[in-house]
């Protein structure tokens, strides 16, 4: 599946291998990635597509924002990875 703005991905290479991100912007054969902790709204991951798995078109919130391009907090990243993980998870969560 085509990687788009808004999806959910998890990173398979890097230091960030295994944490989930949300698609900021695509640019070519990169994504910019954010997670609202390691890698904040202000200064989103640059990452190749090759190096990221597709996990979820979700439909909350935080993707119509990405979608619409409307203000989107760091706060609201990590809510959203970490319901998504359906658990706690405190290296996800802020």
């Known amino acids: 599946m ?11 290479a890097g230091r960030e291998k295994g944490k989930l991100f949300y698609v900021m912007e695509t640019d070519g054969e990169y994504l910019l990635l954010s997670d609202g902790k390691s890698r904040r709204v202000e200064a989103p991951k640059r990452k190749k597509r090759k190096h990221t798995r597709f996990i979820a078109d979700t439909e909350d919130r935080v993707a119509a924002k990405i979608r619409e391009n409307e203000k989107v907090t760091n706060s609201e ?13 405190s290296d996800q969560e802020g």
């Open 77 to 89: 990243l990590r809510k959203s990875i970490a319901s998504y993980n359906g658990a706690d998870n």
């Open 2 to 12: 085509e990687i788009t703005r808004a999806h959910l991905v998890e990173a398979t």
